[in-house]
């Protein structure tokens, strides 16, 4: 049988396989980035531009030339030409005019910068969201079995909207910030190279402040979203099971346990505040040690020599302004890193292999007649088989009922039918092909399944009749077919009919008639194969005798598979297979087997004794 590793593996990818996946995704949107980036560009020279102001400014008035020209003195020289204007006068003009623009420049850059890198972030979003979904759409049965609902849910919402703060606020921040960066230290460099070698001597200590700080922020925000993954189970399990949680007295109980799952995730979140709360005062702390160093070495008498007193204040004002961006790119890291953690889960999903699409083998309408070859089944993680060495043959057009105790194997069987599950090749057969040859959705478009609590959709009541690729059944076909159901006397009391919208798992309707409704839809389908796994389990006996003579004319031309508890619902089945502990013990009619005086004559007595 196929096997799938459905269990998350953490540390497969690196950060930089991260980034140049999430990379990737963004590249549709290349010409908003590079409009986000000139945004930013436009706001980083408005930094570096107003450092240069007080350069202009302080030579203007204590005009003392020397050192390299600010880059405003240059504009200002190349405007002003000729003029005999004094430095004071061209400033008179020049600063307030410089105040505005540099303003307007970097409201402008603010903006343009922001409102694009929103765009992407929000367009990878949506992509990754729906990508996952997909993938949940197309997972193997084996994935939903190692995962919890509330898990999966958690991966779709919670685990996204990380990677949105990651793509938004991070990457905002390392371009906005990160530009301005690499615009003031330019400029330091321009005034005077020594100087700022002084002050860069600091980085790579900041680097390695960052480096280990970022890999407890990875470590905790894995804890963080598998702390989440339990407080949303527990909650969709709570408000689903309300009525039992009820019932049986169990708020208490389920109060704490939920206690306990909120407060490990309070718990990680605050290990990883205490990260962050950490490396932004270690790093405050270096950048202030560069400072100092920074100023000692201005004031000596050879670096004053070859500096103004505007360049040595417009490059102070530089380092000063550094520290801020510093900052901000250090504080990012959490959030980077609580994106790249969620990212990398995402990632793990949507390289899932999906169900194996089967074979070449496609077929409108099959005959259906089934064979079991020896068929044995292990749930994967399972010490025990579910199935041992089944064999059978159900010719087409007849009724095979399954019959044994609780955890016997019949349900596997009627999943390995739709193949929800891969049998080992060759042991089950439809019209002599063996099911890993059909295609799957031609496979499954033979069958049609009613399981013993089946799920209803928030839409109305037609609609979930009518659901999926039964959609463009017309209406006399869909009101035939919840006739049939003994469905249509219920429907058409309700407020708007068959238009009438259900809620949640069809919210409002009785067990009875939500499994009625279930029924109608299967005979929608109109497959040759049949599965009833407990389908009539729901019903009292007078809806039950109804559904049950109208399934018998329906039977009539089609295979039919009938899983029941209830015996006296298998009665007239043309076989009867009696399965313990995944084996077959006994088969015959229902006549035969109540002689035999084996195990279904026990189950049969104990059944109207009861």
């Known amino acids: 049988?196929?096997?799938?590793?459905?269990?998350?593996?953490?540390?497969?990818?690196?950060?930089?396989?991260?980034?140049?996946?999430?990379?990737?995704?963004?590249?549709?949107?290349?010409?908003?980035?590079?409009?986000?980036?000139?945004?930013?560009?436009?706001?980083?020279?408005?930094?570096?531009?107003?450092?240069?102001?007080?350069?202009?400014?302080?030579?203007?008035?204590?005009?003392?030339?020397?050192?390299?020209?600010?880059?405003?003195?240059?504009?200002?020289?190349?405007?002003?030409?000729?003029?005999?204007?004094?430095?004071?006068?061209?400033?008179?003009?020049?600063?307030?005019?410089?105040?505005?623009?540099?303003?307007?420049?970097?409201?402008?850059?603010?903006?343009?910068?922001?409102?694009?890198?929103?765009?992407?972030?929000?367009?990878?979003?949506?992509?990754?969201?729906?990508?996952?979904?997909?993938?949940?759409?197309?997972?193997?049965?084996?994935?939903?079995?190692?995962?919890?609902?509330?898990?999966?849910?958690?991966?779709?919402?919670?685990?996204?909207?990380?990677?949105?703060?990651?793509?938004?606020?991070?990457?905002?921040?390392?371009?906005?910030?990160?530009?301005?960066?690499?615009?003031?230290?330019?400029?330091?460099?321009?005034?005077?190279?020594?100087?700022?070698?002084?002050?860069?001597?600091?980085?790579?200590?900041?680097?390695?402040?960052?480096r280990l700080v970022g890999r407890r922020f990875r470590r905790y925000s894995r804890r963080i979203q598998s702390s989440m993954g339990d407080v949303t189970e527990l909650s969709a399990e709570t408000i689903g099971a309300y009525r039992e949680v009820r019932m049986f007295g169990a708020e208490h109980r389920q109060r704490e346990r939920f206690q306990a799952a909120s407060d490990d995730n309070r718990r990680q979140s605050l290990k990883l505040a205490f990260a962050e709360a950490v490396s932004t005062p270690v790093i405050q702390v270096l950048l202030a040690l560069s400072l100092a160093a920074l100023v000692w070495f201005a004031l000596s008498p050879g670096m004053l020599a070859g500096l103004s007193a505007g360049a040595l204040a417009a490059f102070l004002v530089a380092a000063v302004q550094l520290g801020k961006p510093v900052r901000q790119l250090s504080a990012v890291q959490g959030v980077l890193q609580r994106g790249l953690a969620a990212a990398e889960d995402i990632f793990l999903q949507l390289d899932l292999a999906p169900e194996h699409p089967g074979g070449g083998v496609d077929v409108q309408r099959a005959r259906g007649e089934l064979s079991l070859r020896g068929l044995s089944f292990t749930y994967p993680g399972a010490a025990e088989p579910a199935l041992q060495d089944i064999s059978a043959d159900i010719p087409a057009g007849h009724t095979v009922a399954l019959v044994g105790p609780s955890g016997s194997g019949k349900s596997t069987l009627a999943h390995l039918l739709a193949r929800f599950y891969a049998a080992p090749p060759g042991s089950v057969l439809l019209d002599g092909i063996p099911l890993e040859d059909y295609r799957l959705p031609a496979l499954r478009r033979q069958i049609a399944l009613v399981g013993q609590d089946p799920p209803l959709f928030r839409d109305t009541v037609y609609n979930n009749i009518a659901y999926g690729a039964l959609a463009n059944a017309s209406p006399e076909r869909v009101r035939a077919a919840a006739e049939a159901a003994c469905a249509l006397e219920f429907i058409e009391r309700l407020p708007a009919g068959m238009n009438t919208g259900l809620g949640p798992d069809g919210g409002g309707l009785s067990g009875g008639q939500r499994q009625r409704i279930a029924l109608a839809r299967a005979l929608l389908k109109d497959a040759p194969l049949l599965v009833l796994d407990e389908a009539t389990s729901a019903l009292d006996y007078e809806s039950e005798y109804q559904v049950r003579t109208a399934l018998e004319r329906l039977m009539v031309g089609r295979t039919t598979i009938v899983i029941a508890h209830r015996l006296s619902t298998v009665e007239r089945a043309d076989q009867i297979l009696v399965l313990e502990k995944g084996r077959v013990v006994a088969r015959g009619t229902h006549a035969e087997l109540i002689g035999e005086q084996g195990l279904y004559a026990e189950l049969h007595q104990r059944e109207f004794a009861d």
């Not at 102001?53 to 390299?68: E, V, Y």
């Not at 000729?82 to 623009?101: C, F, G, K, M, N």
């Not at 390392?174 to 960066?181: D, Q, S, T």
């Open 1 to 210: 049988m196929a096997r799938y590793d459905y269990l998350p593996r953490r540390g497969v990818f690196n950060d930089w396989q991260l980034y140049r996946r999430l990379l990737a995704r963004v590249r549709p949107d290349w010409h908003f980035f590079l409009l986000g980036f000139l945004g930013y560009g436009l706001y980083s020279l408005g930094v570096v531009l107003l450092a240069d102001l007080m350069q202009f400014l302080l030579d203007a008035i204590g005009d003392t030339p020397g050192g390299p020209q600010g880059i405003l003195a240059n504009i200002a020289a190349a405007l002003a030409g000729d003029s005999s204007a004094s430095p004071v006068e061209q400033a008179r003009v020049v600063v307030p005019v410089a105040i505005v623009a540099l303003t307007l420049l970097r409201a402008a850059g603010y903006f343009s910068g922001s409102y694009f890198m929103n765009h992407i972030a929000r367009n990878l979003i949506h992509r990754l969201r729906c990508d996952l979904f997909d993938r949940v759409l197309t997972a193997p049965g084996e994935y939903y079995d190692g995962h919890s609902t509330g898990s999966l849910v958690s991966r779709i919402t919670f685990n996204v909207e990380q990677v949105a703060g990651a793509v938004t606020r991070a990457l905002r921040t390392v371009l906005r910030e990160g530009l301005a960066v690499v615009g003031l230290l330019g400029y330091m460099f321009y005034l005077n190279w020594r100087l700022a070698l002084v002050f860069v001597a600091v980085a790579p200590c900041i680097a390695l402040v960052v």
